[in-house]
């Protein structure tokens, strides 16, 4: 196994190995676990430092597990990986400290923070998958690593949410296993590459090529929370706000965004999606799940359900980049939403958390004044809702920016109305939650007084959303920068020609 | 003692047993650390026969000199291998789990008494059983199958009844008489076969079948007789009473071995000797029914109250996915066909296995096994659930299972031919997997109200880790795909056919 | 020729026979004089099997040790059906030597 190897290996034990000492340790132990979260974390970030450095200059990470003739498990470091990885990396840190704080004293610590390593794990497979066995195993898998952090709390609501969560996970999953074998059935085993397969097969096979494209993002798209496959997000809801972090940021929905992306650009693409027409549908369930998501938030009360739907609304950005992939634009715009989401989004929890874990809020209309008593998380609240309503210069601008761009220069008039239709239901959604909090006075006590200390809450609690604010922030004002997201996704798609 | 190099070893895997059997019968003490050798024993024969099998080939071993088509003689290849490569890491998992599973103490004065007397019967005739599967996987002709088969028969029936309940009395009486019916059946079959052919050796049978009315009523006869064995649909009601209401660990043997013995022989019998006059809709008739069984099994899963009876049903469904590598196998390359057979056997296998004794552990626990009832099983025995969890993926078929090996396969087959209904039959039970195990999966996780979170009940080890690395192994099988592969094309090469062509001479 | 046919087909009735009681009828022991039965058809079939008309030939002995064995399998499955039944009837609340529905009433069951 040659060096290269070895660090794709180790990215994936670095949460896998303190995963499974976690669960043999027992309950008492906080101080060992919290330990090795952290190294797990540290070690990872750094080992996909260097694996980016590498990919940078052209360095090729690959590692082969042959099962059956035609069908082998492939791990590989491309440049749209390396985006994944970092992204899950370094949410995964400040999601294990945010959640060491929150769950302080609750049961079954154990078993929580050991799913939490294995689904790290696995979504740090599904980014480095090279090609579409390798991520359906990985996707799988992560129906199972996150089921249990879905029903933790054991109640009669988690476990009918954990249910249903099953329900449509594994039933994508099965159309996916079928659509997935059927395409290799027809065009052979294949890695991603970034010219999809070759074109010949459009001319003997093509409805059924479209059908199996269909059957592909009807897989994906169930994780991606895609109208109409989104009927489980709003029910996990019910799971501790750790896990809807890291389901909502990191985990679940994106890695249906970036199986959507993988499909459209590596295993079919761009080339031959053109020329099968079949990308207007789905920029119209795009578009439709934005518009639906945004109405269906405005309605909430409970803020977690309202930013569920948010969510759904969102994620639907990047499949939205990806219907237009012939235009270089709106693709830069749609993967670097995949990064810009997720900052976005984990803020938003993690303050939504830090509310129901101090005072007790879990709905937007006992939030009035909260800013008074709780400043800096409603600071950090602030700047990620303006993020997400895409005024500058937070990081939502510089994606919805480029997606507008890219949808002018399409030609797509419609694609445009709807970027800004979705824009000002955001602002109608979040602006009310923005001047509850600031401007609003204090109606009464809060719900429950949980917490009064030097801080506004605890530690642990309140540095992850800023430090994620603050590079929603950052991000979005050295945008053209070397370093910033945008930079490396231009790296991307500077290796496909569109 | 003996040369590495010759054939003898061959007989050690039906020896052992048997020998260990007769001993657990005489003495009364010391039976499990007798068993337990003798299946230590076997599973280490069994891995030196599969090194032998690499090193030299398919072997054969001509019991007391006599060679065919007069003597009686044993043979190993690739498949056979596999099978007994099953029976043995099974039949080590089980004699731990059920000596773990005799030694729980029950506080209940009459139960304990019953508890001890079923523990004296158990080991003699659960090594006795081991010997017929051994000697079936073995065997290389078609009259010795059937003595192996009464073997296990006479064995696993009152295994089956050794709990003593009256339900299990009824259900292993009504087992004992369906496999009577089943070998008498299959035994007119082998002598139509005889006369047909004039051989018994499986090796000079080959391709030998013509037409004829003789061979074809030979091969309804077998079918009928080992499909009533191994529980096809319409023929499967004798299954779920016969394991649910055993003991434990015999359930285990029952549904991972014994209804595999008989699946193996009617798959050697259809694609070996009577190759020549199978015809495709034979094919798809025997792949419609086992769509059926997919379909109806796991449709009876869904809808039990009782988790023993829930895991029998979908013993019930599963065999069906057997059934369904027929009629795809017209369009699968040669030794691929056998490959998904074994994936699927092996997988079930581990997995049912591990469910199982899963179900014997909450039983010892709860004093019961309704599904309503199962609260705070998840926090009293975490590893008991997560085996089940695992387990329960396993048999649905998710990455990197065996199963799902085995389902990409039938999956490209049909795509590759076109049959789209295969697919959907094959997806369809999946689904269907998944309802009835995580069904029981969340009323594993419901915490009883007005109890704190129970510490760990202390149960042995050899009652929870057993399960648990059956299923972590049969979720992993996938990864050691390119080896299995590889071992199942070991085969029998014909040579003998050719020599003593014309039967007797 | 003949008498091989008729032989056979004569095991071949018995078999039949047994099969039809075994499945009828509900006594126990007619169900085990029938998978007696079932078994001594086969072996008549097989007995046939090996017949060669004088002066044509040595016998086939493979048949007559199939047989053979087969007598000696059925004797002890058919010991181990007997005392089944036997604990059957004991044990559990049917009573197999009703003609039908065999659950005994409650009053014998000890109720």
């Not at chain 1, 329900?167 to 085993?189: D, E, H």
């Not at chain 1, 509850?436 to 605890?458: C, H, I, N, S």
């Not at chain 3, 399998?73 to 009703?98: H, P």
Request: charged residues 10%; hydrophobic residues 55%; contains cysteine.
């Amino acid at each position: 196994m040659n060096s290269g190897q070895l660090l794709l290996v180790s990215i994936l034990l670095s949460s896998f190995i303190p995963g499974i000492i976690i669960f043999c340790l027992p309950e008492e132990k906080h101080r060992l676990r919290t330990l090795l979260n952290f190294c797990g974390s540290i070690v990872k970030i750094s080992l996909v430092l260097v694996m980016n450095a590498g990919i940078y200059y052209g360095h090729v990470f690959e590692i082969r597990l042959p099962l059956i003739p035609g069908v082998e498990l492939l791990l590989s470091g491309d440049p749209l990986s390396a985006l994944f990885t970092t992204l899950s990396s370094v949410l995964w840190l400040l999601t294990t400290v945010y959640a060491v704080g929150y769950l302080e004293d609750s049961p079954n610590r154990s078993h929580f923070f050991g799913y939490f390593s294995l689904c790290v794990t696995v979504t740090i497979g599904i980014a480095l998958a090279g090609n579409l066995v390798t991520f359906l195993l990985f996707y799988e898998m992560l129906t199972l690593a996150t089921y249990p952090l879905v029903i933790h709390r054991g109640t009669e609501k988690s476990l009918r949410a954990g249910r249903n969560y099953l329900m449509y996970a594994f039933s994508g999953g099965a159309v996916f296993l079928v659509a997935v074998v059927w395409l290799q059935a027809i065009v052979g085993p294949m890695d991603f590459s970034a010219s999809g397969f070759s074109p010949m097969y459009l001319t003997s096979h093509g409805s059924v090529l479209t059908f199996i494209f269909i059957l592909l993002i009807i897989g994906v798209g169930v994780k991606a929370a895609l109208v109409p496959l989104h009927g489980w997000l709003p029910q996990a809801m019910v799971a501790p706000a750790p896990v809807s972090a890291l389901l909502h940021a990191v985990a679940v929905v994106k890695a249906g965004a970036f199986g959507i992306v993988r499909i459209v650009l590596d295993v079919y693409g761009a080339h031959n999606l053109l020329l099968m027409g079949v990308l207007p549908l789905l920029s119209a369930v795009a578009a439709f799940t934005i518009i639906y998501g945004s109405v269906l938030a405005l309605q909430q009360d409970d803020l977690k359900r309202r930013l569920a739907y948010s969510t759904i609304s969102q994620v639907s950005y990047i499949a939205l980049g990806m219907s237009m992939v012939d235009q270089q634009l709106a693709v830069i715009g749609g993967l670097v939403h995949l990064v810009h989401q997720g900052l976005m989004k984990i803020t938003l929890f993690f303050c939504a958390g830090n509310l129901a874990e101090t005072l007790g809020i879990h709905r937007i209309s006992e939030m009035r004044g909260v800013a008074r008593r709780m400043p800096l998380t409603m600071a950090a609240f602030s700047i990620a809702a303006l993020g997400m309503i895409g005024i500058p210069p937070t990081v939502g601008f510089v994606s919805k920016w480029y997606l507008g761009l890219g949808s002018l220069a399409g030609g797509n008039w419609w694609l445009l109305v709807v970027l800004v239709v979705s824009s000002l239901l955001n602002a109608w959604y979040f602006l009310p939650i923005l001047i509850y909090a600031w401007f609003d006075k204090q109606q009464g006590p809060w719900p429950e007084e949980l917490y009064v200390g030097r801080f506004e809450t605890r530690l642990m609690l309140l540095v992850p959303p800023l430090v994620t604010a603050f590079i929603v922030m950052a991000a979005g004002l050295v945008a053209n920068a070397q370093i910033s997201p945008l930079a490396w996704v231009r790296f991307i798609v500077r290796g496909y020609t569109l | 003692m003996f040369p590495s190099d010759t054939a003898v070893w061959i007989v050690f895997p039906v020896i052992l047993p048997l020998v260990a059997g007769l001993l657990c019968f005489l003495f009364k003490r010391g039976t499990f650390g007798i068993a337990l050798a003798a299946a230590i024993g076997n599973f280490f024969v069994v891995c030196f026969l599969i090194y032998q099998m690499l090193v030299y080939g398919p072997m054969r071993c001509y019991i007391g000199g006599w060679h065919p088509p007069l003597g009686i003689s044993l043979r190993i290849d690739g498949p056979a291998l596999l099978m007994l490569l099953m029976t043995a890491a099974t039949g080590l998992a089980v004699t731990l789990y059920a000596r773990g599973y005799f030694l729980f103490r029950i506080s209940d004065p009459l139960r304990a008494r019953r508890h001890k007397r079923q523990q004296y019967y158990f080991w003699p005739l659960w090594m006795l059983l081991l010997t017929g599967l051994n000697g079936l996987f073995l065997s290389a002709d078609i009259f010795n199958l059937y003595v192996t088969l009464e073997l296990i028969a006479v064995s696993a029936a009152p295994l089956a009844a050794l709990s003593g309940k009256p339900a299990s009395l009824r259900a292993s009486y009504r087992y004992l008489l369906i496999s009577l019916i089943g070998s008498l059946t299959y035994l007119l079959g082998v002598v139509f076969l005889y006369r047909s052919c004039g051989v018994l050796d499986l090796a000079l049978l080959q391709n030998l079948a013509g037409d004829g009315l003789g061979i074809s009523t030979a091969l309804v006869l077998l079918t009928v007789g080992l499909m009533l064995k191994t529980a096809l649909v319409p023929l499967h009601f004798w299954l779920p009473p016969a394991h649910a209401n055993a003991l434990a660990p015999v359930s285990v043997i029952l549904s991972a071995l014994v209804v595999k013995a008989s699946f193996y022989l009617l798959f050697r019998f259809w694609f070996e000797i009577f190759a020549p006059i199978i015809s495709p809709s034979s094919l798809n008739f025997m792949g419609t029914l086992g769509a059926l069984a997919i379909f109806w099994g796991a449709i009876q899963a869904m809808r039990q109250q009782r988790l023993k009876l829930m895991v029998a049903y979908s013993t019930v469904s599963q065999l069906g996915y057997l059934f369904v590598a027929f009629p795809l196998s017209m369009f699968v390359d040669g030794g691929q066909v056998w490959s998904i057979v074994v994936f699927i056997a092996l997988t079930h296998a581990c997995a049912k296995s591990a469910m199982f004794m899963v179900a014997g552990n909450v039983y010892l626990h709860l004093g019961h096994d309704r599904i309503k009832s199962l609260k705070g099983v998840r926090s009293s025995q975490p590893i008991t659930v997560f085996a089940y969890g695992i387990a329960g993926v396993s048999l649905m078929g998710l990455p990197p299972s065996g199963a799902f090996i085995a389902k990409w396969m039938l999956l490209s087959a049909s795509f590759a031919s076109l049959q789209y209904w295969w697919a959907v039959v094959i997806a369809g039970g999946s689904l269907l997997a998944m309802i009835y195990v995580f069904r029981v999966m969340s009323h594993f996780f419901v915490i009883p109200e007005g109890e704190s979170s129970k510490k760990n009940v202390s149960l042995s080890p050899l009652l929870e880790w057993p399960p648990l690395i059956l299923a972590l192994i049969s979720l992993f099988l996938g990864l050691i795909s390119p080896w299995v592969l590889k071992i199942v094309l070991y085969k029998d090469s014909g040579l003998l056919a050719q020599i003593f062509q014309g039967g007797l001479p | 020729m003949i008498t091989t046919m008729l032989y056979s087909l004569t095991g071949l009735i018995l078999f039949g026979m047994g099969f039809y009681t075994l499945i009828i009828h509900s006594h126990p022991l007619r169900k085990i004089l029938a998978v007696n039965v079932m078994a001594t058809g086969v072996f008549l079939i097989l007995v046939a099997t090996a017949y060669i008309p004088v002066g044509q030939g040595d016998i086939d002995p493979v048949p007559h040790a199939m047989v053979l064995t087969g007598i000696v399998v059925s004797v002890s499955v058919t010991a181990l059906a007997l005392i089944f039944a036997c604990k059957v009837q004991e044990n559990s609340n049917l009573d197999l030597l009703r003609k039908r529905n065999h659950r005994k009433p409650m009053k014998e069951r000890g109720l």
